[in-house]
């Protein structure tokens, strides 16, 4: 089992804060969707524009507490239930034993990205698209959230900014 060094009191107050926002964005998009079924012929169109860079600074442990960006992934949540037996591996859904609020941010961010590049027609020079080819679009939401969550951890732990590849851009 590993175990995370305790949350400074800002770090704490931090948290407190993101968690009443979720809250108020929850309770904000039960009645936009309310409204939202009463006003569909009018074309209302409501997007969310999440803040993930302050949320991972405010929940995330201090990078140093992971050895590699696979560690924060699955502290975060983003890795499958392994079945195992016998030497026969059998990965199921995702663990969901982690950290919801940035799971769940990554995972919005990361379906935004799949759903874009599945309405281009993504080419399959880069990585998303050929996971979109062989695929369902879900799975690969949630595969591109882990990779996101590793690189956070490699610029967070390593220091930098984000550089994306010649094929991406």
Known sequence: MRFVAPKTAEAQAATTVFRTRDLLVRQRTQM???LRGHLAEYGLVV????ENAPTLAALA???ETFRRGRDFAAWIGLTPLQKSSGGKERLGKVSKMGERTL???LIIGASSATKAAARKGATSETWLGRMLARKPRMLVAVALANKIARIAWA???RGGTYRASVAAA
């Open 103 to 105: 799971r769940r941010l």
């Open 61 to 63: 442990p201090a990078p």
């Open 47 to 50: 997007r969310k524009g999440a």
């Open 32 to 34: 936009i969707n309310a």
């Open 155 to 157: 610029l967070m732990a």
